[in-house]
């Protein structure tokens, strides 16, 4: 049994978007300065060479919505990521704690697994 195998609290294939994400807990967004109301996934990485990266999102973004749909956790993020149409163009919201906004970005997703 590997260790890469299904992780509960973090996604570490990039998939179609070319983003990692993890769920926030307390801890992390104190640490983070993300406010308390917020629900969604804390961006870890993102693809260097990747769609998200055309997309300005960055570690440290909170993951708020993908197409209008709410994203509270890593299982929603990938339930949502694996329904969407290959190809097809993604309106994210993300929170930016450095401003202190809601950012919306569309992403062109990579077509090829």
Known sequence: VSSQQVRPLASNDMGPLG?????????????????SN????????????????LARLR??????????RRVANVQEFQSIVASLPPGATVAVMIYDQLSDQRVIATINPDSVP
Do not use: C, W
């Open 59 to 68: 570690a440290g973004h909170v993951l708020l919505e993908i197409n209008r």
């Open 38 to 53: 917020l629900q969604g996934v804390l961006i870890v990485d993102v693809d260097s060479a990747g769609p998200s990266r």
């Open 19 to 35: 983003i990692s994400v993890k769920d926030l807990d307390a801890a992390t967004m104190a640490r983070n300065g993300i406010p």
